[in-house]
């Protein structure tokens, strides 16, 4: 079945440190999001990708959808010890009934002071 | 606007037990989908309603139902119940007709654990 996969599991970091984490689709999405899941909360909406090669910036997040719309990449520049949680791709994947949001494996992030 | 809410927050269940989850989306939502969140096996997608019909469902054992209402809510339903079913349960609403289309609104979540 479709997969979509990220990398890596767990990044530990030094507070400052920059953060990437990649996601990769088995097969090509129309448009890919990004989650952030806080320790003990719920999956929040960062932002959505649409277009071949898209990059947009959200402060310290930069957020890119290449350009065979098969993989993406987060990067947090100078993480923050507010950056603490997992974050999670997803993009639409077809099933008998349509579309349903298929998520990654999420990148759990931990920033030491 | 109030956000998605889901009840109970917490439960506690015995083995063969059943139990019956509730979600309410959104208001104008009409797309609600439902996903079981466990550390082993990250998010994974349970089904989607869109006026009342039931657009996709997930790989779960027919033990796992659902149902939409006329003014959208949702609710599931685990009959029969495992220790396995130990999980966060989410519920997501959109403003689209398929939640995959855009930002999915999460609920806070039901935790079901299952001695």
């Known amino acids: 079945g479709q997969q979509v996969m990220q990398i890596p599991q767990y990044q530990h970091v030094q507070e400052g440190e920059d953060f990437t984490t990649y996601c990769n689709s088995s097969t090509t999405l129309s448009n890919i999001q990004w989650y952030k899941q806080r320790p003990g909360g719920h999956p929040v909406f960062l932002i959505q990708?649409?277009?071949?090669?898209e990059v947009k910036k959200q402060k310290r997040l930069t957020f890119q959808f290449g350009e065979a719309k098969k993989n993406s990449s987060l990067h947090i520049t100078a993480t923050q010890t507010t950056d603490v949680g997992t974050y999670f791709c997803a993009g639409p994947t077809f099933t008998g009934g349509g579309n349903k949001l298929t998520f990654g494996t999420g990148t759990q992030l931990k920033v030491e002071l | 606007k109030a956000g998605v809410t889901q009840t109970p927050r917490y439960l506690i269940k015995t083995r063969g037990q059943q139990v019956t989850l509730s979600c309410s989306p959104i208001?104008?939502?009409?797309?609600v989908s439902w996903y079981q969140q466990t550390p082993g096996q990250g998010l994974q997608f349970l089904f989607e309603y869109f006026s009342e019909t039931q657009r996709n469902k997930g790989n779960f054992p027919g033990r796992f139902s659902g149902r939409q209402f006329s003014n959208s809510r949702s609710e599931m339903n685990v009959s029969t119940l495992e220790l396995g079913d130990s999980a966060l349960y989410l519920c997501?609403?959109?403003?689209?007709?398929?939640?995959?289309?855009?930002?999915?609104?999460f609920g806070q979540g039901t935790r079901l654990t299952v001695v």
């Open positions: 997501a609403s959109s403003s689209s007709w398929q939640v995959a289309n855009t930002e999915a609104f």
């Open positions: 208001s104008g939502h009409r797309s």
């Open positions: 990708l649409v277009k071949s090669g």
